[in-house]
């Protein structure tokens, strides 16, 4: 990047002045794009982050829907958050077709 400096150094000529435009639009672009991307990567987190709370609270829901024991509730909770990327696909399904059921236990 560039920056415009104290004056201490000037482009003398104009190919001089035209090459440092084009170095600090460049550094622009660059800064732009870096901020950018660190800003999809963090909302990308807070993402991930959201959908973990609100998975944990169905899960919640369901402890105390269904007066599930703690220690089902600890295994079923340790195994739906894996250090897998997603949630397994087999405990979502259960999810969803426990809270469309009242049926008490």
């Known amino acids: 990047m560039s920056t415009v400096g104290y004056g201490d150094v ?8 035209i090459y440092l435009i084009f170095v600090m639009a460049f ?4 800064f732009t794009f ?3 991307s660190l ?3 963090m909302q990308s987190i807070d993402d991930r982050a959201l959908a973990q709370s609100e998975d944990l609270n169905r ?21 739906f958050f894996k250090k897998e990327k997603s949630p397994n696909q087999d405990l979502c399904w259960l999810m969803d ?8 236990t």
């Open 34 to 36: 870096f901020s950018g």
């Open 10 to 17: 000037n482009p003398s000529n104009m190919n001089e002045r």
């Open 59 to 79: 899960l919640k829901k369901i402890k105390n829907s269904y007066r599930l024991k703690n220690d089902l509730f600890i295994k079923v909770r340790q195994d």
């Open 39 to 41: 800003s999809s990567m």
């Open 27 to 30: 550094g622009v672009v660059v």
């Open 97 to 104: 077709s426990l809270e469309g059921t009242n049926v008490k």
